[in-house]
């Protein structure tokens, strides 16, 4: 058990940690680690799909394909576990992913992402490199989660390339026992709340329900895409979301820290 430290630039800030549970310890322990209080509750789990046929058939034709896409590390991972349990992955089949965190979970698989945003992680960001615009007559799968934007594939499909979709999980909301959370909430435990997407923040809405509801927006957000701003917006948060560059544990982390440092200040100068 780590032991817990009550000094440090997150002091007596109450953080709100809403990543599914196997994907949120890493941020915990770093924000803990700074002084901070994690407060673990998930909003969305992550599951197999109902029907695991058209994976396992696309599994069975990855040597058709000229790129295979993750669009998140949900993707990486769940894809690659049934991937792997029945072949190996093809020599010639180039790996496309969208964020840092894929392209860290692939190398859990001892594979490597070919093609990749070095800096925003996102569908447009891949769509903007070199590779993705010369794609004319390739082939392309790309796994992901229930649902989710068509854009990337209406963009490649635009450019010439034949696409593919591919289930590889879904997303579930988990049935939650909201008690103790508010509780802590109506106590002053909870100064900022972390989401990672608009799905995730329409979660918590509901999750919370209307007794919740206002407790929610009158803290502080801190989300990691600006794609979750028209939510926020229209949620009526009373103070602008802070954004993070991107939804890795070190670019939330010192999102968190810039937030902190400049909410101490003013705090200094309304008390000069």
Partial sequence: MMTRVD????AGVGVLVTRPAHQAEELCTLIEQQGGTAIRFPVLEIADPVDPEPLEEAVRRLDEFDYAVFVSANAVSRALDRILAMRDWPATLAIAVIGKRSAEELQQFGLRADVYPERKFNSEALLDLEEMHQVRG???VIFRGNGGREFLADTLRERGAEVEYVQAYRRLQPS???????QRWRAGQIDIVLVNSAESLQNLVEILGERGKGLLTATQLLVASERILPLAEKLGFDRDPVVADNATDEAVLNALLSWKKHHSQIASADNN
């Fill in 7 to 10: 000094t440090g630039p997150l």
């Fill in 138 to 140: 390739k082939r392309f």
């Fill in 176 to 182: 939650c026992d909201t008690s103790v959370l508010l």
